[in-house]
């Protein structure tokens, strides 16, 4: 049986030597800080020993801890089977139909539990092109170590005894800072592709180097990841977007020459051509630095933001009577149901596409809208998208900065503030009148409507008695004969109203009097009564 299981070792990694004993270190050689381990894993490994089974943590939490990190997640390695893992602990279920593994859960926490994988190959399902599709073979654990990918991957802690399982010096590999695959690389990637892919984003999140040999075959075994489903890919992609070395996980891919046609990939890597997508990487790294919390909708948004404003430019082009909102939610459902955001799970959409649909309601800074709009619930995500579209010019800095002091002043200011901003819209547009040629509109006058000459027939000349003459010096009126037109006169006579004719104000006075005398003779209106709601009394039935 041993004898099978060395041959297997030397047919499928290409060499003839394998460590069934590992080095063991003590506290005082790994110095691991056993603060930083998490209590649940350790009361996993506790529960397991207790039942007879060997527990170990294992896999990028020992590594981690050995570079003094504190993991984020932990994974147990035991030689229980998943059905007997189950049994011992409380609140497990078993999942996966490639690897079989259990979860175990206490809280928000979940601990993955694996038995052994052994290296036997009559029990390993495969493809055409060599990938493992099912593998369910158990075996003993330096089995389990020599079918683990990297040597910084293949070390198990045991939290119990303090002491480190060292089968192929990954610690001497952590100490040299390098990526070295456990076997031949080319079959190891040909047996699992996404491996090209963890190997660079270790190595950019570590900050070690690729060893030459494990990085050779990268170029020509990249294809092999189109053969690969969507949702392993889409999840490793979105583990190098939230490691905290995104950039670096770019420029790795770059470097090693990762170019292959996986629609999402392409997206990643165009970030290094788009200043906003680079921008957005740049904040996130720092949010994981600064131990802050990152969240999936917003790294969504920010990767398919090119697809939106493409859409939302299509969409003016289209159907530019429509108002604005419409536009972007016309747009917004497009790039949804695009082919690039098939891995995206449901519960992601709405959250992405509220950030990107309140962007155009920043630019209405307006009471009715500002005030509804910081009280979104995603308000917080929009705002820190806005900051990111500023910092690379897409829009004013000034939109940014109004809105940072909004967010920031008390509820009594922010009135205020939008009053000002209202003075200050309307002065500018006045500026901006004049500055471009045109004059400020004047105010217009209020025309009085003339009222019609009353014709009387008091207005036929007629000689008045108590009439008293004008001083001006009358001229004579000129004589008229037959087919000559009257000559001007030399002196012309100022406006005169004759004697027998009434003055306006006296024609005024007569219209007012006769207006009063037909209102007082017209029925006065009755104003309808008000019906009070409080005095009515419902009638009977």
């Not at 660079?200 to 070690?208: E, T």
């Not at 009439?467 to 009257?486: I, Y």
């Not at 004759?498 to 003055?503: D, E, L, T, V």
Request: charged content about 35%; glycine content about 4%.
């Amino acid at each position: 049986m041993i004898q099978e299981i060395v041959e297997s070792v030397q047919n499928l990694f290409g060499t003839r030597k394998i460590r069934r004993k590992p080095r063991i270190l003590t506290k005082e050689e790994h110095q691991i800080d056993i603060n930083k381990v998490s209590p649940f894993a350790v009361s996993v490994c506790q529960k397991l020993k207790d039942a007879g089974f060997k527990a170990f943590i294992v896999g990028g939490a020992v590594r981690d801890l050995l570079i003094d990190h504190t993991p984020k997640d932990f994974d147990v390695a035991t030689d229980a089977t998943p059905e007997q893992i189950k049994k011992i602990t409380r609140r497990a279920i078993i999942i996966g139909r490639r690897f079989r593994l259990v979860h175990v859960t206490r809280g928000a926490e979940t601990i993955e539990v694996a038995t052994f994988r052994g290296l036997r190959q009559d029990g390993v399902e495969k493809d055409r092109q060599g990938r493992v599709i099912d593998d369910n073979v158990f075996g003993e654990q330096f089995e389990d170590a020599a079918r683990r990918d990297f040597t910084v991957n293949a070390m198990y802690y045991d939290p119990l005894e303090e002491e480190v399982y060292d089968y192929h010096n990954g610690l001497l590999d952590i100490k040299k800072k390098r990526i070295r695959m456990i076997g031949d690389p080319e079959l190891r990637y040909r047996e699992d592709p996404v491996r090209i892919l963890r190997a660079i984003r270790i190595g950019a999140k570590l900050g070690f180097k690729i060893d030459p040999k494990t990085s050779k075959p990268i170029r020509e075994m990249q294809k092999l990841l189109l053969a690969v489903p969507e949702p392993r890919l889409f999840d490793e992609i979105m583990k190098m977007l939230m490691s905290g070395a995104s950039v670096e996980c770019m420029s790795l891919l770059d470097e090693e020459g990762v170019n292959v046609n996986i629609p999402l990939l392409k997206e990643y890597l165009s970030a290094k051509n788009d200043p906003f997508l680079l921008k957005a990487m740049e904040k996130s790294d720092a949010r994981v630095a600064h131990g802050k919390p990152i969240s999936q909708s917003f790294i969504f948004a920010t990767l398919f933001w090119s697809l939106v404003k493409k859409e939302v430019e299509k969409v003016k082009k289209e159907v530019p009577d429509v108002t604005i909102p419409r536009q972007w939610q016309m747009a917004i459902a497009r790039v949804t149901e695009s082919p690039l955001l098939k891995g995206v799970q449901r519960r992601f959409f709405r959250d992405m596409e509220d950030i990107w649909r309140l962007q155009p309601r920043f630019d209405r800074r307006t009471a009715s809208v500002a005030f509804k709009l910081i009280e979104h619930p995603r308000f917080r995500a929009a705002y820190d998208f806005l900051l990111i579209r500023a910092s690379c010019g897409e829009v004013p800095h000034e939109l940014a900065d109004w809105w940072t002091a909004f967010e920031e002043a008390p509820a009594d200011e922010r009135k205020d503030m939008l009053q000002d901003l209202a003075r200050q819209t309307r002065s500018r547009s006045r500026e901006g009148q004049i500055k471009g040629g045109l004059e400020e509109p004047k105010k217009r006058r209020r025309t009085r409507k003339r009222k019609p000459a009353v014709v009387s027939s008091l207005e036929a000349p007629q000689a008045s008695s108590d009439a008293t003459e004008s001083p001006v010096v009358k001229s004579e009126p000129p004589q008229v004969n037959s087919g000559e037109t009257p000559e001007k006169p030399a002196v012309e006579k100022k406006h005169e109203t004759p004697r027998s004719i009434p003055s306006q104000e006296k024609l005024q006075a007569e219209q007012r009097k006769n207006s009063y005398t037909e209102a007082a003779e017209r029925p006065a209106r009755r104003k309808p009564k008000a019906k009070s709601v409080l005095l009515t009394t419902p009638k009977k039935q």
